[in-house]
């Protein structure tokens, strides 16, 4: 086993056990802590005492031959806690660019991915503007996307209740993300993981169901990168568009967690070794 692949092994487990521990990952999440969509000197952070609001649009290409997926999404943070207003001279945007795998009227499972988050101060999502308007703002934070999350997939290839995605935070910029003494960096915490569930609703096809700025942007821009574009199509199982609405929580692994996440890393270790070996 090449030690890239080990490594991506350890990620997977260490994740899956996290999300196995009785009572643990509802415990680690972070409570109180803060945003400030447009940054130091700008309006007041706003606290948020268990998520962020997220909406948005994606478009996904199923190949059912080899069982897997591609996914491009552009999302919005508006609320957090459902009532609780974000304001600001910018809006908080995102892109989540995934892969993963599909089994028809079974499952789907995250393999990879990347999830960036903006302090757009332009206010143009849902434009042409960068891809939807999502990604022409400033990066204020990014996160990995985990092995494992997912959720149900009808016969039909079409997703069927929530979608649950867990993520790893590789940088948080300081001065938009905020512990909740209000103060101190939520970086400075220590390892900070993000759950991301969403509700993803089939867009049909129709006027005013799916507007031709969500193909180009979302498919054509998003997904294949202004190539292939004619090719979309909007007809699952194989390709479909999707409406997302959900909730974005963080989490700080508690020490107990942690002591179990790392003997996962001891078992996943000893697998490797045990693979090599033979």
């Known amino acids: 086993m090449k030690v890239k692949s080990r490594l991506a092994v350890v990620v997977a487990v260490a994740a899956a056990l996290f999300l196995m521990i009785p009572g643990a990952a509802s415990a680690a999440f972070l409570q109180g802590w803060f945003i400030d969509v447009d940054g130091p000197g700008g309006s007041a952070p706003v606290q948020v005492n268990q998520f962020l609001d997220i909406v948005g649009q994606a478009y996904v290409q199923n190949?059912?031959?080899?069982g897997t997926f591609t996914e491009f999404g552009a999302f919005r943070s508006q609320t957090a806690d459902t009532f609780v207003a974000l304001p600001g001279t910018a809006e908080l945007t995102g892109t989540l660019t995934a892969t993963g795998t599909v089994t028809l009227g079974g499952v789907i499972g995250f393999t990879g991915g990347t999830v960036n988050i903006y302090s757009d101060a332009a206010n143009n999502f849902g434009t042409a503007a960068g891809t939807f308007g999502a990604d022409d703002g400033t990066l204020i934070g990014s996160f990995t996307v985990l092995p494992g999350g997912g959720g149900n997939v009808d016969a039909a290839g079409v997703p069927n209740g929530q979608i649950t995605a867990l993520l790893q935070a590789t940088s948080l910029t300081p001065g938009f993300w905020i512990a909740p003494d209000g103060v101190t960096p939520l970086s400075s915490l220590g390892l900070i993981?993000?759950?991301?569930?969403?509700?993803?609703?089939?867009?049909?096809?129709?006027?005013?169901?799916?507007?031709?700025?969500?193909?180009?942007?979302?498919?054509?821009?998003?997904?294949?990168?202004?190539?292939?574009?004619?090719?979309?199509?909007?007809?699952?199982?194989?390709?479909?568009?999707?409406?997302?609405?959900?909730?974005?929580?963080?989490?700080?692994?508690?020490?107990?967690?942690?002591?179990?996440?790392?003997?996962?890393?001891?078992?996943?270790?000893?697998f490797g070794f045990r693979r090599k070996k033979a």
Do not use: K
């Open 63 to 66: 190949n059912l031959g080899l």
């Open 193 to 270: 993981l993000g759950f991301s569930t969403t509700n993803a609703s089939f867009v049909g096809p129709g006027t005013g169901l799916l507007p031709p700025i969500v193909v180009s942007e979302i498919g054509c821009e998003g997904l294949l990168g202004g190539v292939g574009c004619g090719a979309i199509t909007n007809t699952p199982p194989t390709d479909l568009f999707l409406s997302t609405n959900g909730q974005f929580r963080l989490a700080v692994p508690e020490p107990s967690s942690l002591m179990l996440l790392g003997g996962g890393l001891l078992l996943v270790g000893l």
